[in-house]
């Protein structure tokens, strides 16, 4: 359970840094790409939808915390799919919607 606080609270304030345009090195490829590669992207999209996939799995932590707390299965079941399909649908959007 406090696992879930501490991974929680981590990707509320990685979402914070990434609404605020900082931390891209902490971006999985960013810091590796070119100059020339990093102008075809949009950075401010970038880290628009990095911040909106942290908020978002820090909300889904919640849920899972939340099925733990109040011992309902059913919730954590929700957060943890939920938790997936946030991952796999930003992975897309991030690699489509961030080029210019």
Same mark, same amino acid.
């Given at each position: !359970?406090?696992?879930?606080?501490?991974? %929680?609270?981590?990707?509320?304030?990685?979402?914070?840094?990434?609404?605020?345009?900082?931390?891209?090195?902490?971006?999985?490829?960013?810091? !590796? !790409?070119?100059?020339?590669?990093? %102008?075809?992207?949009?950075?401010?999209?970038?880290?628009?939808?990095?911040? %909106?996939?942290?908020?978002?799995? %820090?909300?889904? !932590?919640?849920?899972?915390?939340?099925?733990?707390? =109040?011992? =309902?299965?059913?919730?954590?079941?929700?957060?943890?799919?939920?938790?997936? =399909?946030? &991952?796999?649908?930003?992975? &897309?959007? &991030?690699?489509?919607?961030?080029?210019?």
């Amino acid at each position: !359970m406090i696992g879930l606080c501490v991974a %929680a609270l981590l990707f509320l304030i990685l979402g914070i840094l990434f609404s605020l345009g900082k931390g891209g090195f902490l971006i999985a490829g960013w810091n !590796m !790409m070119s100059p020339e590669e990093r %102008a075809r992207y949009d950075e401010r999209a970038v880290f628009r939808n990095m911040s %909106a996939l942290m908020f978002s799995c %820090a909300g889904c !932590m919640v849920l899972l915390l939340l099925g733990e707390v =109040l011992n =309902l299965e059913v919730l954590s079941w929700i957060g943890a799919l939920l938790l997936v =399909l946030c &991952v796999i649908f930003f992975v &897309v959007r &991030v690699n489509t919607a961030g080029k210019k």
